[in-house]
């Protein structure tokens, strides 16, 4: 895995643009899967001004974000399409067919099973991303892949662990509003990104970043699985690499 360290979080975010510049640039109708969290948040900005300043050009691009709460409304201001909506997409060209949500409106488990399987086989049609961007959580998971057992390859519904509601809890009134299940691409939908970019910032991410760094593959840290991956690099801020 490579890992490109920046002076700072504008740096940071401003150097990955640039890596989703490229791949639009070069590759008009781009496949991309987009995170969501506190970390890409200085990321959409610089896309947005690439876009209204440079004319970076979404016309074509078409866009899936790795997961979503279950059961959260679409207009709930903590669902990730609501944050994808109006961070990134509502501000460049990308045509709204063109967006994907993980999003399931039925909370029957056949329904969600057989969502999930239509989800992942239009991925396939597309050829899988041509770039995944994600960023870290702090107990090493990808999209909402929790540290297991086993792992789950394809899209499902997964538990929450215990860590990711404490963590996300701080964007909701109370701990008790943090939904406990999401939808999340499995990692083998997620190996299907021919290029993938991890960023993590500030100085509370460098414990996990320098255990992914340092530790074998394992499940019980699903970014780990990510070294198994043949084109990945990880960007951090200074605070994040400070283990390193
Ligand atoms: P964050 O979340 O960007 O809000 O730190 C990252 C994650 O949990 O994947």
Request: proline content about 5%; charged content about 20%; some cysteine.
């Amino acid at each position: 895995m490579k890992v490109v360290t920046h002076e700072n979080y504008d740096q940071m975010s401003k150097n990955v643009a640039q890596r989703i510049a490229q791949v639009v640039t070069k590759k008009p109708n781009a496949v991309l899967c987009l995170p969501t969290g506190s970390t890409p948040i200085g990321l959409y900005r610089e896309i947005i001004r690439l876009h209204k300043e440079e004319n970076l050009d979404f016309s074509n691009v078409t866009a899936f974000n790795l997961d979503e709460y279950f059961g959260l409304p679409e207009e709930h201001p903590q669902s990730y399409s609501y944050y994808l909506w109006n961070r990134l997409y509502k501000h460049i060209n990308i045509p709204k067919e063109n967006i994907h949500y993980i999003r399931v409106l039925s909370n029957k488990l056949e329904d969600v099973d057989q969502y999930c399987q239509e989800h992942d086989a239009t991925i396939n049609e597309l050829g899988g991303f041509d770039l995944l961007v994600d960023g870290i959580g702090l107990n090493g998971h990808i999209g909402f892949n929790e540290p297991a057992d086993e792992l789950i390859p394809h899209t499902h519904l997964e538990p929450l662990s215990q860590s990711t509601i404490d963590e996300n809890s701080r964007f909701f009134d109370s701990k008790n509003d943090v939904p406990r299940y999401a939808l999340t691409m499995g990692m083998g939908t997620i190996f299907k990104a021919k290029q993938i970019i991890l960023i993590a910032s500030g100085s509370h991410k460098s414990e996990i970043v320098h255990k992914i760094l340092h530790s074998n593959v394992t499940t019980q840290i699903p970014a780990t699985l990510l070294h198994l991956h043949q084109n990945i690099e990880m960007h951090l801020d200074h605070e994040a690499a400070k283990l390193l």
